[in-house]
């Protein structure tokens, strides 16, 4: 339980405090339990000022993008949900075409302000369904492109209130994998190097490929995405419908008909069906191909 004293100190930040928010209205998925605590910080003083506050109580807190990569738990999270907001969200053209972006901003945002400022390099990121900070955490990638691609810094505050500087070399890419993975650091803004191409050219390579998204993927079904990583030399989808679990269900949870990467929430799932159904198909895929699947779908919250 989290004393009212600490929710009191945490109102008085320039911050949003909502108590026992539902995580189904945070997350792409439409599953989860309450968050005990749940805020919108829009400033550095406040947010570091609630992890010291976090840290002194000693209060779990987790940082939350756009809520499309994760799994929350049926009974919830513990302790404080910390939404980026405010200074965060904001966008700046600095020279040499670089667009320093704020982590809270969404990634279709920066898409088409790199776009409307007719610089290319940010496409293949049109239809990713995160925030910037989301996508540098997870290295965010399709059709061929990754975000370590264009990134060349990265802001971030570490577990004491430090603001410090990543360098593209310091923030070890790799697939679906930063420098911050796992790590209690949270990001601030990245610095994006682009380049110039004419405005009509990054529109249709843009369209093309939300095109292809809306043809091969339910992108209008709750989801998380593609739950499992690409194992090395195979695509998880291909070897998940090879084992002939398209469209197969448990509870609420189904392997999508559309697309058998992706796991559906149309009725009502829980978070422990998708999990029993995640542990299905790691099973299936095991016996029949040999082959490990890895989740790339964060499950957060409580066990
Ligand atoms: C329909 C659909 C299609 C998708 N297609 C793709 C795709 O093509 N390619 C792809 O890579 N992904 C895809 N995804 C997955 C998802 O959109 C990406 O992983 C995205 O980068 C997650 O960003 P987010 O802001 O939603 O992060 P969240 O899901 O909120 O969080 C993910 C992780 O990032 C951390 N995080 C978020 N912000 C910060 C911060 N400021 N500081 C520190 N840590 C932070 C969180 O703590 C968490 O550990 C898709 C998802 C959906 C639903």
């Not at 026992?20 to 339990?33: A, D, L, Q, V, Y």
């Not at 890419?173 to 930063?178: A, P, Q």
């Not at 390579?205 to 194992?231: C, W, Y």
């Not at 016996?287 to 699947?293: H, M």
Request: charged share 25%.
């Amino acid at each position: 339980m989290i004393e009212n004293t600490f929710i009191e100190t945490i109102k008085q930040q320039n911050t949003k405090v909502y108590l026992n928010e539902p995580m189904t209205k945070h997350t792409s998925f439409r599953i989860g339990g309450a968050a005990d605590c749940y805020c919108e910080v829009k400033d550095v003083a406040s947010l570091r000022k609630i992890l010291s506050l976090c840290k002194e109580n000693g209060v779990p807190y987790f940082i939350l993008g756009l809520g499309s990569n994760l799994l929350v738990s049926d009974h919830g999270i513990e302790g404080i949900v910390i939404k980026l907001g405010g200074e965060f969200t904001e966008l700046t053209l600095t020279e040499d075409n670089i667009v320093r972006c704020g982590a809270g901003a969404t990634l279709a945002r920066l898409c088409v302000f790199a776009r409307n400022m007719s610089l290319g390099g940010l496409e293949f990121a049109w239809g990713i369904p995160g925030s910037v900070g989301g996508a540098v955490y997870m290295n965010a990638g399709a059709y061929d492109g990754e975000i370590k691609d264009t990134v060349i810094s990265v802001d971030y505050m570490d577990g004491e209130g430090n603001i410090r500087r990543f360098q593209k070399d310091e923030l070890d890419f790799s697939y679906r994998h930063s420098a911050f993975t796992d790590k209690d650091l949270i990001i601030l803004n990245a610095s994006f190097q682009l380049r110039p191409k004419p405005q009509e050219q990054i529109t249709e390579r843009m369209d093309e490929l939300m095109e292809r998204r809306k043809t091969k993927q339910p992108i209008n079904h709750p989801s998380a995405g593609s739950v499992f990583k690409r194992p090395e030399g195979h695509y998880a989808a291909a070897l998940i419908e090879e084992c002939g679990l398209k469209g197969f269900a448990i509870g609420g949870a189904e392997v999508s008909p559309k697309h058998s990467g992706f796991i559906v929430n149309d009725r009502g799932a829980s978070a422990e069906d998708v999990l029993k159904l995640i542990s299905h198909i790691k099973q299936v895929v095991r016996e029949e191909k040999n082959i490990d699947l890895c989740c790339e779908v964060k499950f957060i919250g409580r066990v």
